[in-house]
């Protein structure tokens, strides 16, 4: 059963902080490239932060610069968004994602023939 499940979100204030988890099933997370992406009503998708299973630099959207961190854990097959210093307009609905690009070119054109996991709810309240 291969499956991405994203969790974590909720409603959380301003200037507090949020750990969102994308698990997957039936395939290693390691042996991929992993999205975290978010979109807003009437807004765009927007890659958010992107790493390679392998390890390696992540990709940052500048939108959440130096309030994000993306960490796995190969053992729970799962990966995590940090996110820290939250803002009213970090609401939206957070996707993850797994290709083969590199974590810059999957943040930045992510192809729609991937694998997407269900969406999970963030809401910053001011």
């Known amino acids: 059963d291969v499956q991405l499940q994203a969790s974590g979100g909720g409603l959380v204030q301003a200037g507090g902080s949020l750990r969102l988890s994308c698990a997957a099933s039936?395939?290693?997370?390691?042996?991929?490239?992993i999205g975290w992406f978010r979109q807003a009503p009437g807004k765009e998708r927007e890659g958010v932060s992107c790493?390679?299973?392998?390890?390696?630099?992540?990709y940052n959207a500048d939108s959440v610069k130096d309030r994000v961190t993306i960490s796995s854990d190969n053992a729970k097959n799962t990966v995590y968004l940090h996110m820290n210093s939250l803002k009213p307009e970090d609401t939206a609905v957070y996707y993850c994602?797994?290709?083969?690009?590199?974590?810059?070119?999957?943040?930045?054109?992510?192809?729609?023939?991937?694998?997407w996991g269900q969406g999970t709810q963030v809401t910053v309240s001011s």
């Open positions: 039936g395939f290693t997370l390691q042996d991929y490239t």
């Open positions: 994602a797994v290709d083969r690009l590199s974590p810059e070119t999957l943040c930045l054109l992510p192809p729609t023939d991937i694998l």
């Open positions: 790493i390679s299973g392998s390890g390696g630099r992540p």
